[in-house]
T-cell receptor
Framework: TQLLEQSPQFLSIQEGENLTVYCNSSSVFSSLQWYRQEPGEGPVLLVTVVTGGEVKKLKRLTFQFGDARKDSSLHITAAQPGDTGLYLCAGPRAGNTGKLIFGQGTTLQVKP | EAQVTQNPRYLITVTGKKLTVTCSQNMNHEYMSWYRQDPGLGLRQIYYSMNVEVTDKGDVPEGYKVSRKEKRNFPLILESPSPNQTSLYFC????????????FGPGTRLTVT
């Protein structure tokens, strides 16, 4: 069974701190996505990583896809209260079913 | 503006009273899904549709029905809601089967008493 495990599940930090969120699996994924979900809203796509070893940057957010395409990380530099939310990773299920697997999410709270 | 709309956003109902949650998209996307989100369980797919008149079960389809008569609309039907269907529901769309970037609606918070 393909699973995506995210860690930590919950993170509470002060404004200005750096943090890293992990998304791990024992399975290979053809791509992985990261979403952010704010309270009362639906998830919003942040990035898709496709190539092993790929690094993508979105302002203060850096996303990396593992060389073996089994894991990904999200690093936030100098976190701000506006970064608060639930971060989800997702990847396509094997077998070309078109279905996506979601991690359980990391809840980030950035305190001013 | 590209968007996915859901209605209603909040609903409190009683066991057994049929309800429909509507979902509409203006992006001409072929693939639409319904998810439920529960604490500790994450997002789980209920049903999906690859095109008009083509629907299939996701991971947790029991107690739900869907239809896809038009490309833009994908309603979720609960024929006889039960308390275990209390959840946060999201409709999502994407361009096609292998275009995995999804666009989510704002969510419908359903409480069944």
């Amino acid at each position: 069974t393909q699973l995506l495990e995210q860690s930590p599940q919950f993170l509470s930090i002060q404004e200005g701190e750096n943090l890293t969120v992990y998304c791990n699996s024992s399975s290979v994924f053809s791509s992985l996505q990261w979403y952010r979900q704010e309270p009362g809203e639906g998830p919003v796509l942040l990035v898709t990583v496709v190539t092993g070893g790929e690094v993508k940057k979105l302002k203060r957010l850096t996303f990396q896809f593992g060389d073996a395409r089994k894991d990904s990380s999200l690093h936030i530099t100098a976190a701000q209260p506006g970064d608060t939310g639930l971060y989800l990773c997702a990847g396509p299920r094997a077998g070309n079913t078109g279905k996506l697997i979601f991690g359980q999410g990391t809840t980030l709270q950035v305190k001013p | 503006e590209a968007q996915v709309t859901q209605n209603p956003r909040y609903l409190i109902t009683v066991t057994g009273k049929k309800l429909t949650v509507t979902c509409s998209q203006n992006m001409n996307h072929e693939y639409m899904s319904w998810y439920r989100q529960d604490p500790g369980l994450g997002l789980r797919q209920i049903y999906y549709s690859m095109n008009v008149e083509v629907t299939d079960k996701g991971d947790v389809p029991e107690g739900y029905k869907v239809s896809r008569k038009e490309k833009r609309n994908f309603p979720l039907i609960l024929e006889s809601p039960s308390p275990n269907q209390t959840s946060l529901y999201f409709c999502a769309t994407r361009r096609g089967l292998v275009a995995y970037e999804q666009y989510f609606g704002p969510g419908t918070r359903l409480t069944v008493t």
